[in-house]
Structures are given as structure tokens and as C-alpha cells.
């Protein structure tokens, strides 16, 4: 009984882990807004690609590069010269932004604003 009780225990904490490095940030990232859908890939060398497509059909990208930030005592992943499709008043143009990591139940949100609840989800974790 305690055995199961502990067992138990340790897969709930290990499905909330916090903890995420460097390897585990690369991938697909989406966020879905009310004109279209965002795509986020973070490559493994650095590099990320952002693709916007409205909900007419048409696209925009652009690239840069990234990387993983200590910030304050937890990671953040920092794109470089990017323009997000989130609403943004004070940013005008391309800029470097930093995205918290959250890692919950196994699946990554890269947060562009946690006060107004603004992430690109990972796909296919």
C-alpha cells in the first residue's frame, strides 16, 4: 500500500516537472490568435523560423536566431529581431523577446505574456 502510495506520488511530481533544459525547448511551437495561426520553430542550431498565416490564406515569414537565457534564476528562451503576432503597443517592428518556458504534464507553452495568457503551444511533444 505505501509502496503504491509512494510510487504514486513520484509520477505526479515528475508530470509538473518545472525543469526544462536546452535540448528539450527545440521544436514547433503554435499559437492560434483571431486572424490566423502563428508557427515558431526553435531549430537545434539556433536558428528559429516564424510563419503567420491569416485566415484568408495568406503567409509571412521571417528567421533569426535564438537561444536559452538564465533570467532571474529560471530559463527563458530569447528570440532574436521578432516580431510577434501577439498585440503589443509597446513594440514597434522586430525587437528581441524573452519567452518563459512552462513545462506542465509533459507538454512545453513558451509564454509571450503570462498577464494576458499569450503562449505558443509545442507540437508533438
Same mark, same amino acid.
Given at each position: 500500500?505505501?509502496?503504491? @502510495?509512494?510510487?504514486?506520488?513520484?509520477?505526479? @511530481?515528475?508530470?509538473?516537472?518545472? $525543469? #526544462?533544459?536546452?535540448? %528539450? #525547448?527545440?521544436?514547433?511551437? !503554435?499559437?492560434?490568435?483571431?486572424? %490566423?495561426?502563428?508557427?515558431?520553430?526553435?531549430?537545434?542550431?539556433?536558428?528559429?523560423?516564424?510563419?503567420?498565416?491569416? &485566415?484568408?490564406? =495568406?503567409?509571412? =515569414?521571417?528567421?533569426? !536566431?535564438?537561444?536559452?537565457? +538564465?533570467?532571474?534564476?529560471?530559463?527563458? #528562451?530569447? #528570440?532574436? $529581431?521578432?516580431?510577434?503576432?501577439? +498585440?503589443? +503597443?509597446?513594440?514597434? %517592428?522586430?525587437?528581441?523577446?524573452? @519567452? %518563459?518556458?512552462?513545462?506542465?504534464?509533459?507538454?512545453?507553452? &513558451?509564454?509571450?505574456?503570462?498577464?494576458?495568457?499569450?503562449?505558443?503551444?509545442?507540437?508533438? $511533444?
Amino acid at each position: 500500500m505505501y509502496s503504491f @502510495l509512494l510510487l504514486s506520488s513520484l509520477a505526479i @511530481l515528475g508530470g509538473c516537472s518545472k $525543469n #526544462v533544459d536546452r535540448s %528539450g #525547448v527545440p521544436g514547433e511551437y !503554435k499559437a492560434t490568435h483571431a486572424d %490566423g495561426i502563428e508557427t515558431l520553430e526553435l531549430h537545434g542550431d539556433g536558428t528559429y523560423t516564424n510563419r503567420f498565416r491569416t &485566415l484568408n490564406g =495568406a503567409e509571412t =515569414a521571417s528567421s533569426g !536566431k535564438w537561444g536559452f537565457e +538564465p533570467y532571474f534564476g529560471e530559463s527563458k #528562451v530569447e #528570440v532574436y $529581431n521578432f516580431s510577434s503576432h501577439f +498585440p503589443n +503597443p509597446f513594440q514597434t %517592428g522586430a525587437s528581441n523577446s524573452l @519567452l %518563459g518556458i512552462e513545462k506542465d504534464w509533459g507538454h512545453i507553452r &513558451l509564454y509571450y505574456s503570462y498577464d494576458r495568457d499569450e503562449y505558443y503551444s509545442k507540437t508533438g $511533444n
